[in-house]
């Protein structure tokens, strides 16, 4: 596949690495909140779903299972769509669709029409999101990138604590039909995001004509060529196995085990707390100089430590167990979203990242979709098979750490764009 593109980040441009990046990195900011806090949050409604379908815990998290799918699923798609019409047009009309799901949700009669609306055509939306919003991150920052990425990824917590009590709020005075109106509403900033996507633009020359644009494929697959992104899509697409599934249910376990539906949401304001301060922190310490090209290592690291926390939660059996567990998830959770597009971004470049991030995040869907709903038939197996997931996953990328750090060094993650050999 090939053809032209309108916003394809040239070749020959310096990351600003301030300037207007640091707009892009508020946009980035909001809409990674968004994209990973929203299938959490909405597992407060849950439990009144349950009750008005008449249905279990299985059936209430095929909602944000789907919705976590259609984000990563359709990373191919988002990929195409980028490298043809570019960010910021991709971006809007996300936002549009993320809006409509969720009004369209409000008036839902049946599980199966709350799939279609909140999960496909919402998660459609945030993916449309969400991956170009990380491609002009990675434009905008080079040397401050691990910085960039740490304070996007922050997003995801702080959105978490404001949108878990803002949701038992708006259920509590309009019914979760009221709730999903007005976040649909909310997700209507997602096209103010997306205005500011602006396009980095070549210098002109001084003399002569512009250099002609070279055409680029839509979909770059010889990234599976490269045996360090292998490496990292296998361990990754592990990983999401495991990795979201405490937090979509530990409010409706919190609530069986009698706790008030107020301080049983309260959790995941816990959970999203300790991760604001968590993957900044990750994030300035990956961009330290002498830490940056051994980032695979914090990443395996945190992966580990993730797994852990998740099997040792498996003994929580009151609530003040679960706000510890929320606490050392917190932790974990942030370091792995802060280092796992920067792997990413390190191992293959700015040029072939569009691709990249839409193949892995393909790899990863089928492990998101099972993920959720496997785990809610019993709660024990939700902290042990996300422990189990996390625990192969940071075997496999472990292993071969020496190998892909190696690749970090004479790799493009390093160098500019402008420099000979950033993009293999």
């Not at 669709?97 to 999960?119: D, P, Q």
């Amino acid at each position: 596949m090939g053809g032209a593109v309108v916003d394809e980040g040239p070749t020959g441009i310096r990351a600003p690495d301030g300037g207007w990046g640091w707009a892009v990195l508020f946009g980035c900011f909001v809409i990674t909140g968004f994209s990973y806090a929203f299938p959490k949050a909405v597992s407060v409604f849950f439990k009144e779903l349950m009750r008005e379908f008449g249905i279990g815990y299985s059936d209430t998290a095929w909602i944000s299972s789907i919705l976590l799918a259609m984000l990563y699923g359709t990373g191919p798609l988002c990929s195409v769509c980028v490298n043809r019409f570019g960010c910021r047009p991709v971006m809007l009309a996300g936002g549009l669709l993320a809006s409509l799901g969720m009004v369209a949700a409000s008036f839902c009669r049946s599980i199966i029409e709350l799939y279609l609306t909140t999960g496909v055509i919402t998660g459609l939306g945030l993916a449309l999101n969400f991956q170009p919003s990380l491609i002009m991150l990675n434009r905008y920052f080079n040397k401050r990138r691990p910085m960039a990425n740490g304070l996007a990824a922050a997003g995801s917590p702080v959105f978490l604590c404001a949108l878990s009590p803002l949701g038992q709020l708006l259920q509590d005075h309009y019914g979760w039909r009221g709730g999903f109106l007005i976040l649909g509403g909310l997700l209507l900033n997602c096209c103010v995001c997306a205005a500011l996507m602006r396009p980095l633009e070549a210098p002109r020359p001084t003399s002569g004509p512009m250099p002609p644009r070279p055409s680029r494929r839509l979909l770059d697959l010889s990234v599976f060529r490269d045996r360090g992104f292998v490496i990292y899509a296998v361990a990754a697409s592990i990983m999401v196995l495991g990795l979201f599934v405490p937090p979509v249910f530990v409010v409706s376990y919190a609530k069986d085990l009698g706790v008030p539906d107020t301080q049983a949401a309260f959790l995941l304001t816990v959970l999203g707390f300790v991760d604001i301060f968590a993957r900044p922190t990750a994030g300035f310490i990956t961009g330290l100089k002498k830490v940056r090209p051994y980032s695979v290592y914090l990443f395996s690291f945190s992966m580990f430590f993730n797994g852990l926390t998740d099997l040792t939660g498996s003994t929580a059996g009151n609530y003040g167990g679960l706000v510890v567990f929320c606490i050392f998830f917190g932790i974990s959770y942030g370091m792995v979203g802060a280092l796992q597009f920067e792997v990413l971004m390190a191992i293959v470049g700015t040029q072939k990242f569009s691709s990249a991030i839409g193949l892995v995040l393909l790899l990863e869907a089928i492990a998101v979709l099972i993920g959720p709903p496997s785990g809610g038939l019993a709660w024990p197996s939700v902290f042990l098979r996300g422990g189990g997931g996390l625990g192969t996953c940071h075997s496999k990328l472990a292993k071969p750490s020496r190998e892909v750090t190696s690749h970090l060094h004479q790799g493009p993650s390093l160098l500019t764009p402008e420099q000979p050999g950033a993009h293999r």
